[in-house]
C-alpha cells in the first residue's frame, strides 16, 4: 500500500492538516487520518477527489 505514504506527503508538501483535506473529502479527519495509516481502504470517489486537489494523476498517488 505505497499510497498511504503518498498522500500523506503530499497533504504535507501542500501545508494541509489533516483536518483540511477531511473536510474537502467531505469526511471526518478521524476516518482520513485511518487512510493515512492504512486501517481503512480510501474509497475510489476519495482517491478522484485527492487527484483534482494536488493536481495529480491516480497512478501517480497509487504508485504505479
Do not use: F
Not at 501542500?14 to 483535506?21: P, S
Not at 481502504?41 to 494523476?57: A, F, G, Q, T
Amino acid at each position: 500500500m505505497k499510497y498511504i505514504k503518498i498522500i500523506k506527503d503530499l497533504r504535507e508538501d501542500n501545508d494541509m492538516t489533516q483536518q483540511e483535506v477531511a473536510n474537502y473529502l467531505g469526511t471526518s479527519q478521524t476516518m482520513y487520518a485511518r487512510y493515512e495509516r492504512g486501517a481503512n481502504e480510501m474509497p475510489i470517489r476519495h482517491l478522484i477527489k485527492l487527484c483534482k486537489l494536488y493536481n495529480v494523476s491516480s497512478d501517480y498517488i497509487l504508485g504505479l
